[in-house]
């Protein structure tokens, strides 16, 4: 059970849950609730990369920092069993949303995403451009249950979307700004530093609730 827990751990599993319900309710306006479910779980598969990807790509930076919140530095998990999840857990997230209710094209919509996501944690954390992978992953979200419809996704979805994946960054950053700019981890919010990357974030949140009233 440790090792399950360490797993859940990993994978940012708070985000991943509010990312999964975002799908899941969304999903009910679009498709039935059998489908919305499965679509869910293929959602969820997705994060599980992203999450897993990110704490095995960090694990010498999080060691660097004694970050015992993080299961491979507290132990509880290996990087050997994280990597044969992964394993596992990326092709299987691509079947389970091509063959899924969001079909060829929405399910290829959100692997980008995903693949965003695993670029972010790769390369884009490190630079200026550190929030575009967020804009384009949560753009990608809500557009790929659309597509998925044959509809055209409207633009409040995905222009909110970008707005909130962009702030949702800038405050994810926030917590390890201090020691991400010890590690020279150069990414928007780290240059920006603490002060200006909580403004950027409100400013965005602002934005992105006048786009949903002016739009929806």
């Known amino acids: 059970m440790s090792k399950v827990n360490g797993l859940r751990l990993a994978s940012h599993f708070g985000p991943t849950v509010i990312v999964t319900t975002i799908s899941l309710t969304l999903s009910f306006f679009y498709t039935s609730w ?3 479910i499965i679509i869910a779980f293929g959602v969820a598969l ?24 993080k299961p491979l530095v507290k132990g509880t998990i290996t990087r050997e ?14 079947l389970a949303n091509l063959l899924g209710p969001l079909g060829i094209n929405g399910g290829l919509v959100y692997m980008f995403g995903i693949a965003c996501g695993v670029a972010y944690n790769l390369y ?44 949702a960054h800038f405050v994810n950053v ?8 010890i590690s020279g981890i150069g990414g928007l919010p780290q240059r920006l530093g603490m002060r200006k990357s909580i403004i950027s974030a409100v400013v965005l949140i602002a934005l992105g609730v006048i786009v949903l009233i002016a739009l929806l």
């Open 46 to 69: 997705g994060q599980l990369v992203v999450g897993w990807s990110n704490d095995l790509y960090d694990y010498a930076d999080d060691l660097s920092h004694q970050r015992m919140n």
């Open 124 to 167: 884009f954390k490190f630079n200026i451009f550190s929030p575009l992978p967020y804009a384009l992953a949560f753009a990608a979200l809500p557009s790929s249950i659309v597509i998925a419809q044959e509809q055209t996704p409207p633009v409040w979805m995905w222009l909110g979307g970008a707005l909130f994946g962009v702030a």
């Open 81 to 94: 069993l994280l990597m044969r999840c992964l394993i596992i857990m990326v092709p299987l997230s691509f």
């Open 174 to 181: 926030l917590k390890d700004i201090d020691e991400d700019q």
């Open 34 to 36: 059998q489908n919305s």
